[in-house]
């Protein structure tokens, strides 16, 4: 009778701890960007690699954090910004599963003073950096473009003349364009389109809008000819993949997440300014370890009850 008793107390530590290890498995590793900066209300915007804009926080007690999943896209930027300072940019390396990575971002406050014109620089892209030259050549100001893509410049009507703005972003062709300096109290606008290193030829674009139970989880749209055309991450329930309706058609969205059965669905193309969206839930698996200590409890069992006959 002990014996039996013993055998049941096992059977039902090794049920949980399978249970325990499959739960494990599912919603993916996560790790911490912690966001250090001295200007508390400050905004702080992480960046994936992609140019998208992952999360946005609010710098409370000199710091925000953001959970970030590792089998993600990767984010490799923050931006921070406020009123009264420039907009600062620092870059991220992704933590690993539990683990927390530091990043440390320092708000230069405005200069106070003197008479003052605004240059405003509006730009395409997120994170971009802005130089603004002196007739001398060397630069006035300097700062990042926030995530509307443009960056305020207070320029003093008294100090060396500014005559040109640079701006530059990896994987963008660096843009240089004149300006005037502003007179006082008025504000110089220059906008400026940033063109790729590697454009996409051609044409008219539409969105597909893939909606997903599981954050973080990848997206591919994949082409007529079998290859990956477009790629997404989805963040608040949803991917949005601006696609070319003269490129190559795609006809299929595959959705994919550590713990999760992949998904596969049909997608049509969108017309020129259409979205058409898509819903692709995932489901999550079981762990194999759950069912092998499953099979092996049943394996017991058997032996259990032979021996007592």
């Known amino acids: 009778m002990k014996k039996i008793s013993y055998l049941f107390i096992a059977l039902i530590v090794l049920f949980l701890f399978a249970g325990a290890v499959s739960a494990d498995t599912i919603g993916g590793d ?28 609010t710098i409370t007690n000199g710091m925000a954090e953001f959970y970030v999943y590792t089998t993600g896209t990767p984010v490799d930027q923050v931006i921070v910004s406020a009123d009264g300072y420039y907009t600062s940019s620092a870059s991220v390396s992704v933590p690993a599963a539990g683990e927390t990575t530091i990043v440390s971002v320092t708000l230069e406050a405005k200069p106070i003073g003197g008479d003052r014109g605004f240059l405003q620089v ?20 300097s700062g990042y473009t926030d995530i509307n893509g443009k960056i305020e410049f207070a320029v003093y009507t008294t100090g060396t003349p500014i005559n040109s703005v640079v701006v530059s972003a990896p994987g963008w062709v660096t843009q240089t364009v004149s300006v005037t300096v502003p007179e006082k109290g008025q504000t110089e606008t220059v906008n400026i389109e ?43 329930g ?63 069992g058997i032996i259990a009850l032979v021996r007592r006959d």
């Open 30 to 57: 996560k790790g911490i960007v912690q966001v250090k900066c001295d200007v508390n209300g400050a905004s702080a915007s992480l960046i994936s690699i992609s140019g998208d804009v992952y999360e946005t926080k």
């Open 122 to 141: 509006n730009t395409n892209i997120i994170g971009a950096k802005v130089d603004v030259m002196s007739i001398s050549g060397s630069v006035g100001y």
């Open 194 to 236: 940033m063109v790729s290193t590697n454009p996409i030829i051609g044409g008219d674009q539409g969105v597909i809008s893939v909606t997903s139970n599981v954050e973080g989880a990848k997206v591919e749209l994949i082409s007529i000819s079998g290859s990956v055309g477009y790629t997404g991450t989805i963040s608040n």
């Open 238 to 300: 949803k991917a949005d993949i601006t696609v070319y309706t003269t490129g190559t058609p795609v006809n299929q969205a595959r959705v994919s997440a550590t713990g999760y059965q992949t998904a596969t669905i049909g997608v049509t193309m969108p017309t020129k300014g259409e979205t058409l969206t898509f819903n692709v839930p995932l489901t999550a698996t079981s762990s194999p370890m759950g069912f092998a200590l499953i099979g092996l409890l049943g394996v017991i």
